[in-house]
């Protein structure tokens, strides 16, 4: 989702919620967004082109990443099934000060976790909580918690994090605020007639500036990242509504039903009517 994601997490009393993520998963290319909770990323094969804030990195099968609250990701699959998880950080708290002075600093982002974890032990742990969240056996909440707090314990002791935010200019700073506003932009109006000329007025940009600014920290064109938030949109609606796939076209942003069609089979590999079958 391009967007601030504001959603419920799992249930008031586990608020955990674990994404199995495949071709046919109307996510499986990860648009851009942020949230103030934290995500867990693990590649279970193939590959993961990671971006944080525009920063990129691929991950490889058995490799994870931590994303921290507010960071603005999104991620491009080749050939690759990864697992997310996202969750309320302050639902961790247990009342010690001890523990949750670190966890408090994290909530507070005077503290910020390293985003791409090696220790052998912190992966253990990370690898844990997916799997127990996976297996949803009896007992399954006291496990998670208990790896949860297992896996802050060795973030803590092996020094996984920074107490400060880390080192960007004013100017990345604000660069970042642009592609925020114009993310939230292209959430609130992607079902209408969005032009270049009004992404990049969002932004005070002119539109070759930003066309250049869009790519540098998305690594695609703001045409095509549109395009792939409007399909990403219609093909959750085509899995979970009953509606005609030329009102599905139509409420997403396409005036044309075959456009949409050869878009959407551009973007998944098979025809709207094809996935709808799934």
């Known amino acids: 989702m391009i967007y601030n994601e504001l959603l419920q997490r799992g249930t008031d009393d586990f608020p955990f919620e674990l994404y199995h993520?495949?071709?046919?998963?109307?996510?499986?290319?990860?648009s851009l967004h942020w949230h103030t909770e934290l995500e867990l990323v693990r590649v279970l094969s193939g590959e993961l082109t990671l971006s944080l804030d525009g920063r990129t990195n691929t991950l490889r099968a058995g490799e994870a990443a931590i994303i921290n609250s507010e960071t603005v990701h999104g991620a491009t699959p080749n050939d690759c099934v990864y697992e997310c998880i996202v969750f309320n950080?302050?639902?961790?708290?247990?009342g010690n000060r001890s523990c949750d002075g670190f966890l408090d600093n994290l909530l507070s982002r005077n503290t910020v976790l390293l985003e791409y974890p090696t220790d052998d032990k912190i992966l253990t742990y990370l690898n844990g909580?997916?799997?127990?969240?996976?297996?949803?056996?009896t007992g399954n909440a006291f496990k998670v918690l208990g790896l949860f707090h297992n896996l802050w314990g060795e973030i803590e002791r092996n020094g996984a994090y920074e107490t400060h935010l880390p080192t960007h200019s004013l100017h990345d700073e604000k660069r970042v605020v642009k592609l925020k506003s114009v993310l939230k932009y292209i959430r609130d109006n992607f079902a209408t007639d969005i032009t270049l000329d009004d992404m990049a007025a969002i932004a005070g940009f002119?539109?070759?500036?930003?066309?250049q600014f869009f790519k540098t920290m998305t690594g695609t064109t703001p045409v095509n990242y549109l395009m792939a938030y409007r399909i990403e949109r219609a093909a959750r609606k085509l899995l979970s509504t009953d509606l005609s796939i030329t009102q599905i076209a139509y409420d997403c942003g396409f005036n044309d039903l075959s456009y949409f069609i050869k878009t959407f089979k551009s973007f998944k590999g098979i025809s709207p009517k094809e996935y709808r079958k799934l």
């Open 89 to 94: 950080l302050a639902f961790l708290k247990t």
């Open 129 to 137: 909580i997916f799997d127990e969240l996976n297996a949803q056996k």
């Open 21 to 30: 993520v495949t071709a046919l998963h109307p996510r499986y290319e990860m």
């Open 206 to 211: 002119s539109c070759k500036y930003f066309c």
